[in-house]
């Protein structure tokens, strides 16, 4: 099993720009999926961006594209979410996931972490 930690989340301003990491340990010895997740207060949690073990396929839902960049490490048990021009309606706690299996990783229904705040101010 491999555990995840999120960190990098904070309070910025409208059109500021954040750099989430998420740092896996445990069986990373066989290959993953990673992705990130996010649950804004009151709404349910909803997929984010993925990509899978050599970094050669990305996803990115449609509110996010654009703005945001998914990346993994060169030892690949890093995962880094680059948000630029981030507005209120990104405020929540993200969550980073890994899955073996690329094609169900969007809508992963496995254990969360903690996870990492973000606060965007109007």
């Known amino acids: 099993q491999v555990q995840l930690v999120e960190s990098g989340g904070g309070l910025v301003q409208a059109g500021g720009s954040l750099r989430l990491s998420c740092a896996a340990s445990g069986r990373t010895s066989s290959s993953y999926a990673m992705g990130w997740f996010r649950q804004a207060p009151g709404k349910e949690r909803e997929f984010v961006a993925a990509?899978?073990?050599?970094?050669?396929?990305?996803l990115y839902a449609d509110s996010v594209k654009g703005r945001f960049t998914i990346s993994r490490g060169n030892a690949k048990n890093t995962m880094y979410l680059q948000m630029n021009s981030l507005k209120p309606e990104d405020t929540a706690v993200y969550y980073c996931v890994a899955d073996r299996n690329w094609r169900s990783i969007t809508t992963y229904t496995g254990s969360w972490g903690q996870g990492t705040q973000v606060t965007v101010s109007s």
């Open positions: 990509i899978n073990w050599s970094g050669s396929s990305l």
